[in-house]
């Protein structure tokens, strides 16, 4: 029977609970659920009111192809409103060999409260001392926890950007490779864990239940179906595969949607020294890996191995958002110092996306200069540190934009905007205004349509039809991660016609509950209402809704487009 496990972080109490008013959910449907019920919207996010879930999709545990993702949910110290962080790695799959649904981290010690480490077993859980590896980079410290635990090691971890409380801070995930490269990036999940004084979490290498579908024999007939669906779409089986999600860069630089020098310019003019295909050239000159998966069971496969001039590897998980961040919008044209500062966010356990914009704000203020990638990777280095300026990095783009006096901050709800300048591609536009989470593309990736012609043609320089887009594909978006897919598996749902009743059907099959189409569309739904919901009682309304003012003003070349919807016109996207 899977189970809630709540961890008291004060009083190093525990408790495993039946799911009870939870059942039927998972993953990201699950953590908006628990965060909008138990904490209190008004409570400060490092405070002891806050809660840590860590979900497993309803698939979670389950042979069905790339849904071994895991959510992180909790009120976000970066935006001050509900966030769900999405991560690969091993954990999410590992949950429901212990019988977990989710593990709930409650309350917080004082200030001055040793870090501990997690180790949770069976029926039991362990607060450890963590002192062998505090104030260690996440690398080191994963393989300090390798030597202990031995190879079977899952774990979720912080580096010094969780443990200094910063606004960027991650978790990062044990991958496949025995790696902490997969990180729940967004919204500064990694300072609530740093708050509650937990530096690692464990699950017992030991424990290893066997998990079977309630009705074997439809599971495994969907899960054929499944697979034939995502090896049948031509940008799962080729273009994320061949390239890594780095294969935009030249599709959104053509489409004029590329954010270039802190959301000036929507090309960039060394567009191909970035691109995903210099990026598949470099690694296989240098023996890496082009294509691997971030967890098992994934047949996409668009992670690859980058290694370093001298063939060692230096980093992996190297995504579009992060090259784009570092190479179009800071102007830094070097791969290979892009891939270093891509492993120093993994190490100090930072949001690249966050991190990245936050650069190329410091930029703008004058404190660094364009383009300078060493200068850039020294910046990095600081955070976590005592060193002021690390501590206004780690921070994020509105802590730099105030401190350095910058006016332009390409950010919603506090939180900056990925790879696609939402002037030219008006679907995800739409997503950066009105999701919950502040400016976030795999919310609702109007992508799809805006540019790449999956699941139909919306044009993404004009208003029409952007609305309707945005919102059916946050819906969508929220019942994915609620089963635990990859988002990526959308590109091949969009595009088939029993893509949508073959999820359904997997549910189904694994769980044992009737689970039609229209109750996947309700999972996702009444995510997204939880989180309105909550975000609203946080304080929140409708002019949170708009983008920055700069983009109302400022024309993008080369389409010249503004962005000219209201707030008013916008609503329509949410649930
Ligand atoms: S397609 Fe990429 S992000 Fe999705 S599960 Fe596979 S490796 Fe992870």
Redesign the pocket.
Same mark, same amino acid.
């Given at each position: 029977m899977p189970r809630i496990l709540r961890i008291n972080c004060r009083t190093k109490e525990y408790a495993f609970q039946e799911v009870g008013p939870y059942v039927n959910l998972g993953g990201r449907a699950l953590t908006s659920r628990i965060i909008n019920r138990e904490v209190p919207a008004s409570c400060h996010p490092l405070s002891s009111e806050n809660k840590l879930v860590f979900a497993t999709g309803l698939l979670g545990g389950s042979t069905a192809a790339?849904s %071994?993702?895991l959510s992180v949910g909790t009120k976000s110290p970066l935006t001050g409103g509900i966030k769900e962080s999405n991560s %690969?790695g091993l954990f999410a799959h590992k949950m429901p060999k212990m019988d977990l649904l989710a593990i709930v981290l409650e309350d917080k010690p004082a200030k001055e409260a040793p870090f501990s480490t997690l180790f949770i077993s069976e029926d039991k859980v362990e607060f450890r001392d963590a002192g062998d590896i505090v104030g260690m980079d996440n690398y080191p410290a994963h393989d300090k926890l390798l030597e202990a635990y031995g190879d079977k090691l899952v774990a979720g971890m912080i580096g010094p950007a969780g443990e200094t409380l910063r606004k960027t801070a991650t978790i990062q995930f044990t991958d496949p490779y025995k790696r902490p490269a997969r990180s729940a990036g967004r919204g500064g999940v990694g300072a609530v864990m740093g708050s509650k004084k937990i530096k690692a979490i464990i699950l017992d290498p030991e424990v290893n239940n066997k998990v079977a579908a309630a009705d074997n024999d439809a599971f495994k007939s969907a899960r054929t179906n499944w697979v034939k669906i995502l090896k049948g779409h031509p940008v #799962?089986s080729e273009g $994320?595969p061949g390239f890594g #999600?780095a294969v935009l860069v030249n599709v959104i630089n053509e489409a004029g949607a590329l954010p270039t020098k802190n959301f000036r310019l929507g090309q960039c003019d060394h567009a191909a020294d970035i691109s995903g295909e210099k990026m598949a050239e470099t690694i296989e000159s240098r023996k890496g890996k082009t294509t691997? %998966? &971030?967890?098992t069971g =994934?047949v996409?496969? =668009?992670?690859q191995q980058y290694n370093d001039k001298d063939g060692n590897y230096l980093t992996s998980g190297f995504e579009y958002e992060t090259i784009w961040a570092f190479g179009a919008n800071a102007l830094i044209k070097d791969l290979d110092a892009i891939a270093t500062m891509d492993r120093i966010c993994d190490e100090k356990g930072m949001d690249t996306i966050e991190i990245g914009n936050t650069v190329a704000v410091a930029m703008d203020g004058g404190i660094i200069p364009w383009g300078d990638g060493q200068a850039a990777i020294e910046l990095l280095k600081k955070v976590g540190t005592d060193d002021p300026m690390g501590m206004i990095i780690g921070n994020g783009v509105v802590a730099a934009g105030d401190a350095f006096g910058v006016d332009r901050l390409p950010v919603v709800k506090n939180q900056s905007m990925p790879a696609y300048d939402p002037r030219a591609v008006k679907g995800v536009g739409v997503t950066y205004a009105t999701t919950a989470m502040g400016a976030d593309h795999t919310a609702g990736y109007g992508v799809t349509a805006n540019v790449l012609g999956v699941g139909g043609t919306v044009d993404g320089l004009k208003k029409e039809g952007n609305v309707e887009l945005s919102k059916n594909l946050q819906v969508a978006t929220a019942s994915i991660d609620s089963m635990g897919f &990859? $988002?990526?598996v959308a590109f091949a749902v969009l595009d088939a016609e029993d893509g949508v009743q073959t999820m359904a059907d997997l549910v189904q099959a694994y769980t044992g509950n009737a689970f039609s189409v229209d109750d996947l569309i309700a999972l996702g739904a009444n995510a997204m209402k939880d989180e309105q919901d909550f975000n609203e009682r946080a304080g929140f309304s409708k002019v949170d809704d708009r983008l920055p003012r700069f983009m109302e003003i400022e024309p993008l070349p080369p389409h010249e487009v503004v962005w000219d919807f209201d707030e008013d016109e916008v609503q329509g996207a949410k649930a």
């Open positions: 790339n %071994g993702r %690969g #799962t $994320l #999600t691997e %998966g &971030c967890h =994934c996409i496969q =668009c992670s &990859c $988002l990526f």
